[in-house]
């Protein structure tokens, strides 16, 4: 089966800095590639997604890049808000969804 | 819209008692179904996902079953509860046939004791 990693499991920063977080998964057939944030308590909900045609993806301070090749995906949080502060997980899919460990993100004031 | 319900939100029980957690979609047809558990502080894993009624896959062995009695009806159980069942246990759903995103419920926090 697919096996997802993610790097790295905490993160702070402050705000207004940017946030990085990076992915690998193993299964070269995955095609898509989704990034949920989780606030404590909730299910994870989606934030951006990716496909394997797509090299790169940006909504507002949001961003996620894809390298077929290396098979690595990354997420990029710039302008970040205290707000953001939460767990995210990034998953590779192509028929069910494998997930990595997750990142959680704290943003200091 | 669609929507899913998963209860109840939390649950205590003791050990070596049985467990029925279920899951309900609505605004959807022949949904892909999952079971997710996470532990505490660590990642999401896949125990089960169903692409139709009856149709059960389980991606890790464990003290768990699932069951898809209905087309947006998924069940988690256990015969005897063990301690390392605790955790939070999410179901989600998506598209059958669309490599789309997949939909979460609010998840039930089981502690066994």
């Known amino acids: 089966g697919e096996n997802v990693e993610q790097h790295p499991s905490t993160l702070s920063v402050q705000e207004g800095d940017s946030a990085v977080i990076k992915c690998t998964y193993s299964?070269?057939?995955?095609?898509?590639f989704p990034w949920y944030k989780q606030e404590l308590g909730k299910g994870p909900q989606l934030i951006i997604d990716?496909?394997?045609?797509?090299g790169e993806k940006k909504d507002q301070r949001i961003a996620v890049t894809l390298n077929k090749t290396a098979k690595h995906f990354s997420l990029h949080i710039t302008e970040t808000q205290p707000e953001d502060s939460a767990v995210y997980f990034c998953?590779?899919?192509?028929?069910?969804?494998?997930f990595g460990t997750g990142t959680s993100l704290t943003v200091i004031p | 819209s669609q929507t899913i319900h998963q209860w109840p939100a939390t649950l205590v029980q003791p050990v070596g008692s049985p467990l029925s957690l279920e899951c309900t979609v609505e605004?959807?047809?022949?949904?892909?179904l999952y079971w997710y558990r996470q532990a505490a502080g660590r990642g999401l894993q896949l125990l089960f996902y169903?692409?139709?009624?009856?149709?059960i896959s389980s991606e890790v062995p464990q003290n768990l079953s699932a069951s898809r009695p209905q087309d947006r009806q998924f069940i988690l159980s256990s015969k005897k509860l063990l301690l390392s069942d605790s955790g939070f246990y999410l179901c989600?759903?998506?598209?059958?046939?669309?490599?789309?995103?997949?939909?979460f419920g609010q998840g039930t926090r089981l502690t066994v004791v």
């Open positions: 989600a759903w998506s598209v059958r046939l669309e490599n789309t995103e997949a939909f």
């Open positions: 299964d070269s057939a995955s095609n898509y």
């Open positions: 990716i496909r394997s045609n797509v």
């Open positions: 998953a590779a899919s192509r028929n069910q969804f494998y």
């Open positions: 605004g959807t047809s022949n949904p892909n």
């Open positions: 169903s692409v139709g009624i009856g149709q």
